[in-house]
């Protein structure tokens, strides 16, 4: 019998069934993969049978001889409590803001009724999941500590216990790509050492592949698709799961065909960005220092760095809504001074798009009302009529229909939601765009249409990008030349294909290694 069986499950919330006729088995020491796009069911399939939802799951669902179909609500607690560990895809919403990293971890171990851990058995489990000064760690509060060390975190609170499944949901999707590389291999050692059955939910077909043992691909709340990974990603069966396999930027891929760029835009020379430490702390943060890129019209430069590289400071010192604390940004040659400064004209030239598409939109505001808002501003000319013909010829450009004018963010999916705020981005005609991680949200698909739309808005407007990302093969799909960051620093710059193939710098072998 297998640790976790699912047989014909369904969910269920309010009476509208999202999930049917589901069926999987997880292994002890083996990988089993959810993979779709989002709101294909894969969260729902696996928080739901334990009580993690608010829907209502039906049919056989057996972990470790305990039928979780059949229990009550105690018996599932109690199956949560000592066979399951869970790690989920914000570590810093998941964790308990105000207990320090020790006290969390210390409830953890605890929870199936072990005794109080020792400090030194606490820091020996931060050890085991690779964190660096784990007695100081165990002092620290979540927002202390970077994305992959709080990951971390969460998976040695999700093991302290000794659970027999670990139940994985979307684990890496906010990691850069070394980061989503380093904690996939520590859940591979995790899972052969321990013997841990481990059952993963990911849109990122790249980051389990090579780790997954079997993999079950869902689209609108079915599995369209299942079989041990390697077979399906080298012989996939459906279209569905096809799709999803091209979807997924490679290295390997046949290079795409890019406009041809023109005389120079924008340069940055010696620019440094610094910031003064948080709380009790002296002296001052250098988050970016001594950068000098050029990008010229009608080019895409990706910048390119892990998580804390200090690429988005320096986007948005370029773009004008952060601060330059040294150096200079020229624009076609004439210095560009700070935002407040700038005239209408020279603030419409650069418009930004941010990472979370949700969170960039005013929740409260219609879509007529957000990509209006850069011609309120910066165009006081316009009528409202113009606004709105403006507007309603945006949304056409981002393949969006008239009607979305009346609809409010929430009613948005996380690519409609992208596109809106791309329209927002080029009503006011600029001649770059500061990309900052605008795909790294995104599901494969939904990612892979939003490359194919900039790539065509560029061709069309001889847009100038600048695309911000970790990820060097969505880079691939758009870009001219590429910038790598590290530590505040750019470290190696030059023409993509020949950086890929040649990358001198360790930080760049990084992150091609991890693409």
């Known amino acids: 019998m297998s640790l976790y069986e699912i047989h014909n499950m369904a969910v269920a919330i309010v009476g509208k069934r999202l999930v049917e006729d589901v069926s999987l088995t997880v292994e002890p020491g083996q990988c089993t993969a959810l993979i779709g796009a989002s709101g294909s069911g894969k969260s729902l399939t696996c928080l739901t049978p334990f009580g993690l939802t608010p829907g209502a799951a039906s049919g056989a669902m057996v972990l470790d001889g305990i039928d979780l179909g059949t229990a009550d609500a105690a018996q599932i607690r109690d199956a949560r409590r000592r066979l399951t560990g869970f790690i989920f895809q914000q570590p810093l919403t998941a964790l308990t803001p105000h207990l320090t990293v020790g006290a969390q971890l210390q409830e953890a171990a605890m929870q199936a009724g072990g005794a109080r851990p020792s400090r030194l058995e606490l820091a020996r489990k931060l050890q085991r999941v690779g964190l660096s000064r784990a007695d100081e760690r165990l002092d620290q509060f979540p927002h202390r500590l970077s994305g992959g060390e709080r990951q971390r975190v969460m998976i040695a609170a999700a093991i302290a216990?000794?659970?027999?499944?670990?139940?994985?949901?979307?684990?890496?999707?906010?990691?850069?790509?070394?980061?989503?590389?380093?904690?996939?291999?520590?859940?591979?050692?995790?899972?052969?050492?321990?013997?841990?059955?481990?059952?993963?939910?990911?849109?990122?077909?790249?980051?389990?592949?090579?780790?997954?043992?079997?993999?079950?691909?869902?689209?609108?709340?079915?599995?369209?698709?299942?079989?041990?990974?390697?077979?399906?990603?080298?012989?996939?069966?459906?279209?569905?799961?096809?799709?999803?396999?091209?979807?997924?930027?490679?290295?390997?891929?046949?290079?795409?065909?890019?406009?041809?760029?023109?005389?120079?835009?924008?340069?940055?020379?010696?620019?440094?960005?610094?910031?003064?430490?948080?709380?009790?702390?002296?002296?001052?943060?250098?988050?970016?220092?001594?950068?000098?890129?050029?990008?010229?019209?009608?080019?895409?430069?990706?910048l390119v760095g892990g998580s804390g590289s200090g690429k988005s400071t320096l986007g948005r010192a370029i773009a004008g809504i952060g601060p330059v604390t040294e150096g200079e940004i020229l624009w076609q040659g004439t210095t560009l001074p700070e935002r407040r400064k700038r005239s209408l004209d020279m603030r419409r030239l650069i418009q930004p798009v941010f990472q979370d598409p949700v969170a960039s939109l005013d929740p409260q505001w219609l879509v007529e009302d957000i990509v209006t808002e850069p011609l309120r501003n910066l165009r006081p000319d316009l009528t409202k009529a113009e606004r709105n013909e403006l507007a309603r010829q945006a949304l056409s450009d981002v393949d969006l229909a008239e009607d979305f004018l009346t609809?409010?963010?929430?009613?948005?999916?996380?690519?409609?939601?992208?596109?809106?705020?791309?329209?927002?981005?080029?009503?006011?005609?600029?001649?770059?765009?500061?990309?900052?991680?605008?795909?790294?949200?995104?599901?494969?698909?939904?990612?892979?249409?939003?490359?194919?739309?900039?790539?065509?808005?560029?061709?069309?407007?001889?847009?100038?990008?600048?695309?911000?990302?970790?990820?060097?093969?969505?880079?691939?799909?758009?870009?001219?030349?590429?910038?790598?960051?590290?530590?505040?620093?750019?470290?190696?710059?030059?023409?993509?294909?020949?950086?890929?193939?040649?990358?001198?710098?360790?930080?760049?072998?990084?992150?091609?290694?991890?693409?």
């Open 161 to 302: 216990h000794g659970p027999k499944l670990l139940v994985a949901d979307e684990p890496t999707s906010a990691l850069d790509a070394s980061l989503r590389a380093e904690i996939m291999a520590l859940l591979d050692e995790l899972r052969v050492e321990q013997g841990l059955g481990l059952l993963l939910v990911s849109h990122d077909l790249a980051s389990v592949e090579g780790h997954a043992d079997q993999l079950v691909v869902m689209e609108n709340g079915y599995v369209v698709e299942s079989g041990r990974a390697s077979t399906v990603i080298a012989h996939p069966q459906q279209e569905y799961t096809r799709r999803l396999i091209a979807a997924t930027p490679r290295l390997d891929e046949s290079s795409p065909r890019l406009s041809q760029p023109g005389d120079p835009l924008l340069e940055t020379i010696g620019v440094g960005v610094e910031f003064g430490r948080p709380g009790w702390h002296r002296g001052n943060i250098r988050a970016v220092v001594d950068a000098s890129i050029i990008l010229r019209q009608s080019e895409s430069l990706a």
């Open 407 to 515: 609809r409010v963010p929430a009613s948005l999916s996380g690519g409609q939601a992208q596109r809106v705020a791309i329209a927002r981005a080029i009503i006011a005609a600029p001649q770059l765009l500061v990309l900052d991680e605008a795909t790294s949200a995104l599901d494969p698909l939904v990612g892979a249409e939003i490359l194919k739309l900039l790539a065509r808005l560029q061709a069309d407007n001889a847009l100038s990008l600048l695309f911000i990302t970790h990820d060097i093969a969505a880079a691939r799909r758009l870009c001219h030349r590429i910038a790598v960051m590290e530590e505040g620093r750019i470290v190696e710059t030059g023409d993509l294909q020949a950086v890929i193939d040649h990358p001198r710098h360790p930080a760049t072998q990084k992150l091609i290694a991890a693409s």
